[in-house]
């Protein structure tokens, strides 16, 4: 599986982007797809993930209720809704995908050996 991330780009605090992150060469519904972040200094962090076969994503608390994924199997596409930014929410954004990411370790990068270049979401007035 091939990830493509996109959608980056420059914002002031309070504004929105969409990220997408397009997969090619697996069976997209089949795989779970993740969005990691890391800051310049700081280690990689999760995100927010889209379980196979599963409605309902999973969110890290500090994007809780600002930021949305979905997920468009039809186009092999999944969507990164990023409202209400903040500075704190600078960092170098990846999507991972993996089939056998199980519940317990959805949150840590090494459960995912799919990995798309990342794209660059900065947040600043």
């Known amino acids: 599986v091939q990830l493509q991330a996109s959608g980056g780009g420059f914002v002031q605090p309070g504004g929105s982007l969409r990220l997408s992150c397009t997969a090619s060469?697996?069976?997209?519904?089949?795989?779970?797809l993740a969005w990691f972040r890391q800051a310049p200094g700081k280690e990689r962090e999760f995100v927010g993930a889209?379980?196979?076969?599963?409605?309902?994503?999973d969110y890290a608390d500090s994007v809780k209720g600002r930021f949305t994924i979905s997920r468009d199997n039809a186009k092999s596409t999944v969507y990164l809704q990023m409202n209400s930014l903040k500075p704190e929410d600078t960092a170098v954004y990846s999507c991972?995908?993996?089939?056998?990411?199980?519940?317990?370790?959805?949150?840590?990068?090494?459960?995912?050996?799919?990995w798309g270049r990342g794209t660059l979401v900065t947040v600043s007035s």
């Open positions: 991972a995908a993996d089939r056998g990411v199980i519940l317990s370790s959805m949150t840590e990068g090494q459960a995912y050996s799919y």
């Open positions: 060469g697996g069976a997209f519904s089949s795989y779970t």
């Open positions: 889209s379980r196979r076969y599963n409605s309902n994503p």
